[in-house]
């Protein structure tokens, strides 16, 4: 009914809840701060305040916890769902939800007031009465976006029967009503229609389409309409008469559609968007138990079916038996007797075999050695090793002391901890010679090797603690005892089949003279059969059947734990064996040196037998030089002079030999017991010799060697060629300052080092000798000559074959391994520093140790035809690496195998194999190995199937390698000079060949080829 007083009013509010298309809740613009102290007051009374027990009262406003945020707000119980559950409606906001009544507590009478928010219509709409859920829902979220939370100008026009205010809405310049209508969530009506039909709209009613699936699906399962859905609406039943408090019970004539709907469905009991998903969601609830209900009864049937099958197949099998008894009747006791003898062979085999495994027996021996046999550290291990420690730090004190005065101090005292140290060895070895070391290895290496052969290694998730040989223990017993009864058992059936038949023979034999009676043999042999039967299937089982779960954790344990003691045993006294035969060496050295320290005498001795030598080949040499240019030359003269200078070269490398050696034995000394040698002989050159490897020689000089200069190879440095000691060898010179100087010897000597510890394996070139000249800033580095062994020469005079060309890049695979492993990337691989020595050994060449590895990379200039050695990323700027290392290896092996045949090259300078014939190993690694990235390392590339079965690889036949060694090509980069040798002494080869000479002058520009006809021989360039 409309309220005349309150026409036309408006009022400014903020939407808190919305209902449906057109009813929502709203607040008053001026109750904020209202709002802001009964939340406060709510806040500080309701945590403290009486839950509600029993029957609540529905007029009463109490105070509920809303679910969403745990925050408390005044509300008015709508019904009692359940004994523990109520539904309540947030009255200053409108919304509701259902609540536990340890949730709803009793507020104070101040708090009795109105609700602050209001229901409000939309004047002039009228639901749609074909409404379904989905278009409730849009309805509602589409009001709920207009005006949630925003201010609205609400023109109040009437009041409904439920109390909802109709008003007309406007949310700024938008009307609601207007945009609602538009939106078909709602139909236009008259201002009586809109009063007569909301005044049925309760907060617990909806309207549902007669024709929406959830109607169809009751109607079909034939719920009563006049009863509540069982089953279906369980906490939430349908109210016929609810009404909101303003509602005075006054119904309003049913519409056509309501009169035309069964009773029980004409309406539901909440019009809130969760009730109606509720109910919806319930009623196919029950249409789904409908459907579970016919499910079952089907398989009901299929189960009686089923029975009545197994039913028939019972009766067959009854006959079956029946039959099987009949046949088996009159052989049972012999089949009895001869299954039961199979079972007894096999319980025999199971005895025979070794219980070990199963029992722990093997385990309890292995406890048992490394409880009883167990060796501890000798006591004056720990006092050795306190005393080495302080010897060493000693060592270390006198090592980087650089002042000779306070040095004697530190020898004096590092003298003194030496004495206590060989007294300290002394005593160990002593004790250890007592103590069987060898014998308990031995020990525990045959028990490892027994209980890893029986159980496997050792299992990480095993359990290790302190009683797990208790543990063990007390199994390995409750096991033995089980067993022990069970076998007893068996013994005993067995005694007592073994004297029934015994009996029974002597009765029925006449020719026994004991006569035994019937009442003698009267026992039951099925039962004793039977026995006997079951109780050796039971022993047999426990040999049979693999252990459980605890079984097996418990002996995984007890290996664990004693693998665990083996090896901390094993450890201890390889710890104690290597000591010992470090003491007893260390004891030999001072034995040696206790009294007394060690000198240079030795090598300054050798130093002036060399220096004397140094002087009469000098003599002989300048003898030589005035006899050839003298008037009254003498050919047997001269002759006996440059055969006394040879055997004076000879001994001057002789006596080098003995210097080293005792360069040698002095770095030895330097680096185990006298580190003060360095610092009180410095004449000797003791650390400069360490720094360089042994390689850095003082005695050698330019001017004592017969060298012949080789011009044609001395565009960068000055090189010579020379023979020592009957080897042809070259010396390569270096300009030095004092920084490049240290910097040379540094980088050769990490280069010397790979080859020292591989020698010839290491696939490098020997460095022999480094040593300075005295008149010039020259550093000459001496290194074998290998004449004619180029790849460069090779390939021009007499081309590998490909099981020469694989075994010779094998061998330079391993040098390059060799490098790589040490960190060492050369940085300037082309075919004039690779060396095919006799043919079949690969040598990688020297590079130059003055320039950096980028220095090298960027210089390495020699082409090969197409192929260019620098990698890709080289060129665009990253530094040189064991990648770019296996690029040039990759573009020397392609080019042994295809010489001048054509490649196409890509944009990166790739060479594409793809278009080359070849065998498809070679191709696979050529393919790994000149690609722009995850290249072939020196490792796997030694490992490939082409170097592991050479002899498979062929050559192709078209394009051969006639022409692989064409050198004459116009070439910007090339620098380096390479004579080819007119005499091979390993091949015998006596007639002069051609030498081909590349020349590149200062301005590439004008660079030419200059072939000439000389006689000389291919040597090692950088």
């Known amino acids: 009914m409309e309220d005349s007083d309150c026409n036309n009013k408006v009022e400014s509010v903020v939407c808190c809840h919305v209902d449906d298309a057109i009813t929502f809740w709203a607040q008053n613009i001026n109750m904020q701060k209202k709002m802001a102290k009964i939340s406060f007051a709510l806040a500080s009374i309701c945590p403290q305040a009486s839950p509600v027990f029993g029957s609540p009262d529905l007029s009463k406003i109490y105070g509920g916890c809303f679910s969403e945020d745990r925050c408390w707000y005044r509300c008015k119980i709508l019904q009692v769902v359940s004994d523990e559950k109520c539904q309540v409606l947030y009255v200053d906001y409108g919304n509701s939800e259902i609540l536990v009544q340890s949730e709803i507590v009793e507020i104070p009478e101040n708090l009795q007031f109105p609700s602050v928010a209001k229901k409000y219509r939309l004047w002039g709409l009228q639901m749609l009465v074909n409404h379904d859920v989905n278009q409730f829902d849009q309805g509602r979220k589409f009001l709920s976006s207009l005006i949630t939370s925003k201010e609205m100008k609400a023109r109040y026009k009437a009041t409904a029967q439920d109390g909802a205010i109709l008003v007309h809405a406007e949310c700024g310049l938008l009307d609601v009503g207007e945009e609602i209508a538009k939106k078909g969530f709602a139909k236009r009506c008259t201002s009586s229609t809109n009063m007569d039909v909301e005044k049925d709209f309760s907060p617990y009613r909806f309207t549902m389409n007669a024709n929406s699936p959830a109607l169809n699906t009751l109607v079909k399962g034939r719920v009563s309409a006049n009863s509540p859905v069982k089953g279906g609406f369980g906490d939430f039943p349908v109210f016929q008469n609810r009404s909101d408090e303003n509602d005075n019970g006054n119904r309003v004539p049913l519409t056509n559609w309501e009169k035309t709907t069964p009773p029980g469905f004409r309406r539901l009991s909440n019009t809130s968007l969760d009730k109606m998903k509720q109910h919806q969601k319930l009623i196919e609830e029950i249409e789904k138990l409908n459907e579970e209900k016919q499910a079952i009864r089907e398989e009901n049937k299929k189960l009686e079916s089923k029975i009545q099958e197994l039913s028939n197949d019972l009766e067959e099998e009854k006959k079956a038996y029946k039959d099987y008894l009949e046949d088996v009747l009159p052989t049972y006791v012999g089949t009895t007797v001869r299954n039961l003898a199979g079972k007894f062979e096999k319980l025999k085999e199971a005895r025979q075999r070794n219980m070990g495994t199963r029992f722990g027996e093997d385990l309890s021996e292995a406890v048992k050695v490394v409880r009883e046999g167990c060796l501890v550290a000798p006591l004056s291990l720990e006092k050795l090793e306190k005393i080495w420690i302080d010897c060493n730090f000693a060592q270390e004190e006198i090592r980087l002391c650089k002042d000779v005065d306070n040095v004697q101090c530190l020898i004096l005292h590092r003298n003194e901890t030496q004495q206590k140290l060989y007294s300290a060895i002394e005593e160990f070895i002593i004790e250890v010679n007592d103590l069987p070391v060898l014998e308990r290895l031995e020990v525990l290496k045959t028990l490892q090797e027994s209980l890893e052969s029986a159980y496997g ?193 000879n001994s001057i490398f002789q006596e080098i030999s003995k210097e080293q050696e005792e360069y040698e034995m002095l770095t030895h000394l330097v680096q185990t017991c006298f580190p003060e040698l360095p610092l009180l002989h410095p004449e000797a050159g003791i650390l400069k010799y360490m720094n360089s490897g042994g390689l850095l020689t003082f005695s050698l000089e330019r001017d004592l060697l017969d060298a012949e200069p080789m011009k044609e190879l001395s565009t960068k440095r000055p090189m010579v060629c020379s023979e020592v000691q009957g080897q042809k060898v070259i010396l390569k010179g270096y300009a030095v300052d004092i920084s490049t100087e240290t910097e040379i010897i540094e980088t050769a000597a990490k280069y010397h080092k790979v080859w020292r510890e591989m020698k010839e394996e290491s696939g490098l070139m020997q460095l022999m000798f480094l040593f300075l000249c005295k008149s010039d800033p020259v550093a000459y580095l001496m290194v074998p000559y290998y004449g004619g062994a180029s790849l460069g020469i090779v390939q021009t005079t007499a081309p590998l074959t490909p099981d020469e060309s694989l075994k010779v890049m094998k061998g330079v695979a391993r040098g390059l391994h060799a490098l790589h492993s040490a960190d060492i990337v050369h940085g300037s691989l082309h075919k004039n520093n690779v060396f095919a020595v006799n043919r079949i050994q690969g040598i990688v060449g020297d590079f130059d140790f003055s320039k950096s590895e980028d220095q090298r990379a960027a210089m390495n200039s020699v082409a090969l035809n197409d192929y260019n050695l620098i990698s890709p990323e080289v060129k665009n700027g990253q530094p040189p690496s064991p990648a770019s290392d296996m690029f040039a290896f990759g573009c020397l092996l392609c080019w042994l195998f295809f010489g001048n045949q054509e490649c196409k090259i890509n944009r990166d300078g790739i060479p594409e194999v793809d278009g080359l014939i070849m065998d498809d190993k070679v191709k696979s690694l050529l393919s790994n190995l000149l690609c722009s990235n995850n290249r072939m390392t020196a490792e796997q590339v030694l490992n490939d199937d082409c170097f592991l079965l050479p002899e498979m690889i062929s050559l192709p036949q078209e394009n051969g390698q006639a022409e692989c060694g064409n050198e004459n090509a116009r070439t910007e980069d090339t620098e380096i000079a390479v004579p080819l040798e007119h005499e091979q002494a390993e091949c015998g080869n006596e007639g002069a060949i051609r030498e081909v000479t590349e020349v590149v002058s200062e301005d590439k520009q004008d660079s030419e080829i200059v072939a000439s006809e000389t006689r000389t021989q291919s040597v090692n360039s950088d």
């Open 457 to 649: 290694y050792a299992h990480h998730e095993a359990e290790s603690s302190e009683d797990t040989f208790e543990k063990f223990f007390e199994w390995k017993n409750g096991k033995l005892e089980e067993f022990n009864q069970v076998r007893n058992a068996t013994e005993a059936s067995l005694q007592n089949l073994v004297m029934g038949f015994k009996k029974i023979f002597q009765f029925f034999d006449m020719n026994e003279d004991t006569l035994l009676k019937y009442e003698d043999i009267a026992m039951d042999v099925d039962e004793v059969l039977k026995k006997a039967d079951m109780d050796i299937s039971q022993e047999l089982d426990l040999f049979l059947t693999e252990p459980d779960e605890t079984d097996k954790k418990i002996i995984l344990n007890v290996y664990v734990e004693v693998m665990r003691k083996v090896h901390q045993e094993q450890q201890l006294l390889y710890t104690v064996y290597h000591k010992h035969l470090e003491s007893i060496e260390f004891k030999k050295q001072l034995m040696e040196w206790l009294d007394k320290s060690p000198n240079i005498d030795n090598l300054l001795l050798i130093k002036k037998r060399i220096k004397s030598l140094k002087s009469q080949l000098r003599w002989k040499m300048a003898e030589k030089i005035y006899l050839e240019e003298s008037d009254d030359y003498s050919e047997p003269t001269v002759r006996k002079i440059k055969e006394e200078i040879t055997e004076l070269r």
